[in-house]
C-alpha cells in the first residue's frame, strides 16, 4: 500500500538553517516531495551567502534566504531578523542541519520544541566539534550520529532518535564522517516525522 496524502494544509512548515552544502536539508526536501509526509520544507536560510545548500534549495523549489551573521553588532541582533524571517514564512518547525552558529537563548526560549538539530555524535557524548577525531582519539568502538531538540545548551535538549555505526580499523575522521552522512539523512528523515505526528 502506499502511503495516503496529506492534505498540504496538514503539512507542518518546516525551515531549514543550514551554513554549508546542505545535504541533511536536501534529504528532507527529498522526503517532503512524497505526500505522506507531514512535513514540508517551506525556507531555507543560510548565515553564510555562498553557502553551497541556498542554490540546491532553489532547485528543489524552496524560497532560499541568506542572513549573513557578520553584519550584526550581536547575536541577538541577528537571531532578531531570523526570527522575524521564520514568522513572517508562518513556520512551525525549525531543523537546523549543519547550521554553524550557536543560537542564543533569547532566540531559544521563543521556539520551545520547536527546534530540532542534527549532531554526528552519540549524545552526550562529543557536543560541539571535531567529533569524528574525539571519538577515534577516545578509542570508541561506536560513533553515531543524534537528532535531538535545541535548547539553551549546547547540544544538551533531549534526545529525539540516534543511529550508532561501528568504527572501523583504519577509520580516519574523514572517512568516518563519509560512512556517518546517509545514516544522518535516513535519521533526520524519520526524526522530523516522528515530532510532528507525536
Same mark, same amino acid.
Given at each position: 500500500?502506499?502511503?495516503?496524502?496529506?492534505?498540504?494544509?496538514?503539512?507542518?512548515?518546516?525551515?531549514?538553517?543550514?551554513?554549508?552544502?546542505?545535504?541533511?536539508?536536501?534529504?528532507? /526536501?527529498?522526503?517532503?516531495?512524497?505526500?505522506?509526509?507531514?512535513?514540508?520544507? +517551506?525556507?531555507?536560510?543560510?548565515?553564510?551567502?555562498?553557502?553551497?545548500?541556498?542554490?540546491?534549495?532553489?532547485?528543489?523549489?524552496?524560497? /532560499? *534566504?541568506?542572513?549573513?551573521?557578520?553584519?550584526?553588532?550581536?547575536?541577538?541582533?541577528? $537571531?532578531?531578523? *531570523?526570527? $522575524?524571517?521564520?514568522? =513572517?514564512?508562518?513556520?512551525?518547525?525549525?531543523? +537546523?542541519?549543519?547550521?554553524?552558529?550557536?543560537?542564543?537563548?533569547?532566540?531559544?526560549?521563543?521556539?520551545?520544541?520547536?527546534?530540532?538539530?542534527? @549532531?554526528?555524535? #552519540?549524545?552526550?557524548?562529543?557536543?560541539?566539534?571535531?567529533? @569524528?577525531?574525539?571519538?577515534? =582519539? /577516545?578509542? =570508541?568502538?561506536?560513533?553515531? +550520529?543524534?537528532?535531538?531538540?535545541?535548547?539553551?545548551?549546547?547540544?544538551?535538549?533531549?534526545?529525539?532518535?540516534?543511529?550508532?555505526?561501528?568504527?572501523?580499523?583504519?577509520?580516519?575522521?574523514?572517512?568516518?564522517?563519509?560512512? #556517518?552522512?546517509?545514516?544522518?539523512?535516513?535519521?533526520?528523515?524519520?526524526? *522530523?516525522?516522528?515530532?510532528?505526528?507525536?
Amino acid at each position: 500500500m502506499s502511503p495516503q496524502p496529506v492534505k498540504a494544509a496538514l503539512k507542518k512548515r518546516v525551515a531549514v538553517l543550514i551554513s554549508g552544502r546542505g545535504s541533511n536539508m536536501a534529504a528532507l /526536501a527529498e522526503a517532503a516531495r512524497a505526500p505522506g509526509y507531514p512535513a514540508e520544507i +517551506c525556507l531555507v536560510i543560510s548565515n553564510r551567502p555562498n553557502a553551497g545548500g541556498l542554490e540546491l534549495a532553489r532547485e528543489f523549489g524552496i524560497k /532560499a *534566504l541568506s542572513i549573513d551573521h557578520k553584519n550584526y553588532p550581536s547575536r541577538e541582533s541577528f $537571531e532578531g531578523d *531570523l526570527h $522575524e524571517a521564520l514568522i =513572517d514564512a508562518n513556520i512551525n518547525l525549525i531543523c +537546523c542541519a549543519g547550521f554553524m552558529r550557536v543560537l542564543t537563548p533569547y532566540f531559544t526560549r521563543q521556539w520551545p520544541n520547536k527546534i530540532l538539530n542534527i @549532531h554526528p555524535s #552519540l549524545l552526550p557524548k562529543y557536543k560541539g566539534l571535531n567529533t @569524528h577525531q574525539r571519538a577515534l =582519539d /577516545a578509542g =570508541d568502538t561506536h560513533h553515531g +550520529c543524534t537528532v535531538h531538540y535545541v535548547n539553551e545548551d549546547l547540544d544538551g535538549g533531549a534526545v529525539i532518535a540516534q543511529t550508532e555505526i561501528k568504527i572501523n580499523a583504519g577509520d580516519t575522521a574523514e572517512s568516518l564522517a563519509k560512512r #556517518l552522512i546517509p545514516h544522518e539523512h535516513k535519521l533526520y528523515v524519520g526524526s *522530523l516525522e516522528k515530532v510532528i505526528k507525536g
